[in-house]
């Protein structure tokens, strides 16, 4: 049966790759899985027809004959469950990569996105620049937890898994905000991530129709 995601029709990065598609694209090319895009706009979005498969309106979501789901944590999973190549075989090897999906989306993103937040939807407030060395300092903590973890190692904990997707999916929307590089470790994490052909083909399809 025909994997189906949503996509942006026109995402507002204009093919950076940072809306959420891009993960779930990386995660179907890493294991093999041929998939088709439905695009939408942001009023399809918030129209029943999508609601019924998104409760939030966002995008994107995965569906497969009458299956469907919403959540890239969830979407990632399980694409990762049903198919090698995301997740350990070792019971134990295969929960700590399914922590660290978490981590991504519970402890790390959070941080980005009150950064992201702060800058694009609080920049002309006048407490911005007050509160914006602060929410810097809350991100800088979770990197440099997360650098310190990372140290030498290519990947979060041996080899590459959907915890690597995840939390380098998560990381790229900061790729070009400069903080980033004040963890060398971190910006070379990212780049093995970009690197892989798997990720460079999500790239290349997003960018097909964003760019
Ligand atoms: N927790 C959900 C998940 O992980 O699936 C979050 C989904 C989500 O935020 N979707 C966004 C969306 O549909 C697109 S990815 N927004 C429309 C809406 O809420 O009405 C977020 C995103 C959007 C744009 C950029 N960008 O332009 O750089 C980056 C990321």
Known sequence: MTIIITAFERSPDGGKGLARDTRVRWALEEVGQPYEVRLVSFQAMKEPAHLAIHPFGQIPTFEQGDFSLFETGAIVFHIAERHTGLLPDDPY???????????????????????????????????????????????????????????????????????????????????????????????????????????????????????
């Open 93 to 211: 090897a295969r929960v700590r990569a399914v922590t660290w999906m978490f981590a991504a989306l519970n402890t790390v993103e959070p941080a980005i996105l009150e950064l992201a937040n702060t800058k694009l939807l609080e920049g002309d407030k006048p407490w911005t620049a007050e509160r914006l060395p602060l929410v810097e300092d809350r991100l800088r903590t979770r990197l440099k937890q997360l650098s310190a973890h990372i140290g030498s190692a290519d990947w979060l904990d041996g080899r590459f898994s959907a915890g690597d997707l995840m939390m380098v999916s998560v990381l790229l929307r900061i790729k070009s905000a400069g903080i980033l590089n004040e963890y060398p470790n971190l910006t070379a994490y990212v780049a093995r991530g970009e690197a892989r052909p798997a990720y460079k083909r999500a790239f290349a399809a997003q960018l097909a129709v964003n760019g």
